[in-house]
């Protein structure tokens, strides 16, 4: 590891030296074996933060799960200048390969994490596909990326970005918070007729809500990609 | 390489010689799709069987559950590394719907409602070593779980184990479905950890 940094309390960026680093594809995933001193190991898969382009460096953000044995190492024992075991990437579909097509992005929680390597992709290329990200976030404490996506939402030209907040709202926030519902991907996502390309990550029931409202609305099933994850430790 | 990471095992989870190597135990059934979750009227499902000629062989619903049925308990490993063990389900063996056919093909691909495709070994579905399960738990498959039915190939990382499965087509020779063309393991062994390519 050759640095970190906190994105929220409970959520740390660990940016790795990987010197023979293949590349990879904004989406894709690394799994991580860390291994203790008797010889018991614990694997877990983490989505890649970081862009294609940064050249051997490699970012995951890992969110602490409550008793989880890897992320609660990750997050709070590993330090600067410490191996761990990595393999990677991994991961054909989830994949965003710079297409022509709009992009709809819906994250719940760290979910954000995969589609966040795609928007910083897209900055890298200068990208013009107007890209659009839903974030499904309990509070805004709880944002990953906050102040990047605030820039890059000046900055990169067709970008924008809607939180969607559960708990609780900034002050003056024009919504109540709730989970998303059919007017929140109503309003805030795209027409059917725009054919964006369609990521959601995140947690299932975010997952399976998403993904059941925009079939309703009259996506193309085809067109909606989905990566899911338990919450289990 | 092996790196040995200091500091790390405090919090391990308890260690059982029924979990494949890299697998963790989980309570919760976790949800593993590509895409959105599809809704399958019963009155519009069918289950196909087609040789590697192209004769079919099908099942609606009713006739499906006409066909004798098996209750059946066995540990399900998931390549994402859950594994839950002691699941139990209901369904109609594979052997069951094998029974008149004739086929001299040795590789079959799975289909699902939606798209989804795996390939298993024909071998690998046989002898009591698959079925397809409609009932899990004691209750109707919920769909973000297969339902209304799936194929349970337990021995086989999950992914092999095809959600809303509708057909079975037979093949001279094996190809890569939807996850092993995407860089999956073609045979998905769990005891030999065969989670991607080159496994």
């Known amino acids: 590891m050759a640095e970190s940094r906190w994105e929220t309390s409970s959520a740390r960026t660990l940016v790795l030296d990987v010197p023979d680093w293949p590349g990879h594809l904004p989406g894709q995933h690394v799994d991580v074996r860390l291994t203790a001193p008797d010889g018991y190991s614990a694997q877990r898969s983490y989505s890649i933060a970081s862009s294609w382009t940064d050249g051997g460096k490699v970012e995951l953000t890992v969110q602490r799960v409550e008793d989880g044995e890897v992320s609660s190492y990750l997050d709070d024992t590993l330090e600067v200048g410490q191996p761990i075991e990595l393999r990677g990437p991994v991961g054909g579909w989830f994949v965003w390969r710079n297409d022509p097509a709009p992009v709809l992005l819906l994250g719940g929680g760290s979910g954000v994490v995969p ?46 970005v809607h939180f969607a907040y559960t708990r609780a709202v900034p002050d003056g926030w024009p919504e109540k918070p709730g989970r998303i519902n059919v007017p929140t991907l109503n309003t805030h996502g795209w027409p059917p007729d725009f054919a964006p390309d369609v990521f959601i990550c995140g947690p299932t029931p975010f997952v399976e809500t998403a993904a059941d409202i925009l079939v309703a609305l009259g996506h193309d099933p085809k067109k909606i990609r989905t990566e899911r994850f338990g919450g289990t430790p | 390489m092996s790196i ?34 599809p809704r399958v009227p019963l009155d519009r499902w069918s289950f196909t069987i087609t040789d590697e000629a192209g004769k079919k062989t099908s099942w609606n619903w009713d006739e499906f559950n006409a066909l004798p049925q098996e209750d059946f308990t066995v540990d399900i490993h998931c390549v994402t590394k859950w594994s839950k063990l002691g699941t139990t389900w209901r369904g109609v063996a594979i052997d069951t719907l094998f ?28 002898d009591g070593k698959a079925w397809v399960a409609h009932t899990f738990d004691g209750e109707p498959l919920h769909p973000e779980h297969g339902g209304p039915a799936r194929l349970v190939v337990p021995h086989l990382y999950f992914w092999k184990s095809a959600k809303w499965v509708n057909g079975i087509e037979m093949l001279p020779q094996d190809e890569p479905g939807f996850w092993e063309e995407a860089g999956y393991n073609m045979y998905g062994d769990p005891w030999r950890e065969q989670r991607y390519q080159g496994d």
């Open chain 2, 99 to 126: 029974e008149n056919i004739e086929s001299t093909a040795d590789f079959t691909m799975v289909h699902g409602y939606g798209g989804y495709t795996t390939n298993v070994p024909l071998e690998d579905l046989l």
């Open chain 1, 115 to 160: 589609l966040m390597s795609m928007i910083r992709a897209r900055g890298d290329v200068r990208g013009k596909q107007p890209f659009r990200l839903i974030y499904s976030v309990r509070t805004p404490q709880d944002v990953l990326y906050a102040d990047e996506l605030k820039r890059r939402v000046r900055d990169d030209p067709g970008l924008d």
């Open chain 2, 4 to 37: 040995i990471n200091a500091g790390f095992g405090g919090r391990r989870r308890s260690s059982r010689p029924d979990l494949p190597p890299g697998q963790y135990l989980t309570e919760d059934f976790p949800v593993l799709s590509a895409g959105p979750t």
